[in-house]
Nanobody
């Protein structure tokens, strides 16, 4: 059974950085693309970043382009989201998605 466990969220000041991790199990990780989504209070869930199975190709939402980077480690079965220059509007629950499954999310709060 697919399991996706996010970690790395927390409270950070504007301009700060965080790295989220998503540990995957229950499927052949190295053969699946992975994605990060986020959902801010009162808003719909939105796609933030995707990465292909090999990690060669990534896609980043315009709202975070130049600040966020997605990467993966196919030995550790983990996908990462490096978030720099964080803004208050980045405050959201961040979810990992793969193989039609969602993690439970990790909360990121950007506030002074």
């Amino acid at each position: 059974q697919v399991q996706l466990v996010e970690s790395g969220g927390g409270l950070v000041q504007p301009g700060g950085s965080l790295r989220l991790s998503c540990a995957a199990s229950g499927f052949r990780f190295s053969t699946y693309g992975m994605s990060w989504y986020r959902q801010a209070p009162g808003k719909e869930r939105e796609l933030v970043a995707t990465i292909t199975s090999t990690g060669v190709t990534t896609s980043i939402a315009d709202s975070v382009k130049g600040r966020f980077t997605i990467s993966r480690d196919n030995v550790k079965n983990t996908v990462y989201l490096q978030m720099n220059s964080l803004k208050p509007e980045d405050t959201a629950v961040y979810y990992c998605y793969a193989r039609y499954s969602w993690g439970k999310g990790t909360l990121v709060t950007v506030s002074s």
